[in-house]
T-cell receptor, first 113, second 114 residues
Framework: QKEVEQDPGPLSVPEGAIVSLNCTYS??????FMWYRQYSRKGPELLMY????GNKEDGRFTAQVDKSSKYISLFIRDSQPSDSATYLC?????????????FGQGTTLQVKP | GAGVSQSPSNKVTEKGKDVELRCDPI?????LYWYRQSLGQGLEFLIY????????KSGLPSDRFSAERTGGSVSTLTIQRTQQEDSAVYLC????????????FGEGSRLTVL
């Protein structure tokens, strides 16, 4: 079983749709949860960061963590063509002193005008 | 520059040749990471530096891969006797001291082995 499972998509939605991106994980030591966004031929950039179960909102983006189910989600409201990118979930072991992240496979999202 | 800089941006080489990929991290960032991104495979951790030391090199796939960091700054990833399966985008990231989970990535070096 992989440590992290993420549906690679691709996912295609019309502009204005609500998008749900999901990851499951198996390592109970993961205590910090992140979403990175990667535009084509660019490096990933940090989008959302959370360390507790529940929801965290930032503008049109909401990160949700359910530690009991080992499941995290990213919701995008009122999606825009500029949101078209690959979204990677990432995890950090709570006992890590290296900051080494474990990434999901990435979900490619296309938002059509 | 303000961000992580990687060179070359693209490299095409023949099987069996050696290649060197360079990373210049954000000034003041002591932690440096190399990841590999293959088509549809996500980011695969290769090696972590703190200063000039590499306390975690567990992701290097074989002894053909090596990396060094000098002056607590620039890092070079070397792949010897390249194979076709080495074709991928090699991403470098840096972080202030590490352990925070916030990594700043370069745009990557795209390696194609013919």
């Amino acid at each position: 079983q992989k440590e992290v499972e993420q549906d690679p998509g691709p996912l295609s939605v019309p502009e204005g749709a609500i998008v749900s991106l999901n990851c499951t994980y198996s390592n109970s030591a993961f205590q910090y949860f992140m979403w990175y966004r990667q535009y084509s031929r660019k490096g990933p950039e940090l989008l959302m960061y959370t360390y507790s179960s529940g929801n965290k909102e930032d503008g049109r983006f909401t990160a949700q963590v359910d530690k009991s189910s080992k499941y995290i989600s990213l919701f995008i409201r009122d999606s825009q063509p500029s949101d078209s990118a690959t979204y990677l979930c990432a995890f950090l072991d709570g006992s890590s002193n290296t900051g080494k992240l474990i990434f999901g496979q990435g979900t490619t999202l296309q938002v059509k005008p | 520059g303000a961000g992580v800089s990687q060179s070359p941006s693209n490299k095409v080489t023949e099987k069996g040749k050696d290649v060197e990929l360079r990373c210049d991290p954000i000034s003041g960032h002591t932690a440096l990471y190399w990841y590999r991104q293959s088509l549809g495979q996500g980011l695969e951790f290769l090696i972590y530096f703190q200063g000039n030391s590499a306390p975690d090199k567990s992701g290097l796939p074989s002894d053909r891969f090596s990396a060094e960091r000098t002056g607590g700054s620039v890092s070079t990833l070397t792949i010897q006797r390249t194979q076709q399966e080495d074709s991928a985008v090699y991403l470098c990231a840096s972080s202030f001291q590490g352990a925070s989970g916030e990594l700043f990535f370069g745009e990557g070096s795209r390696l194609t082995v013919l």
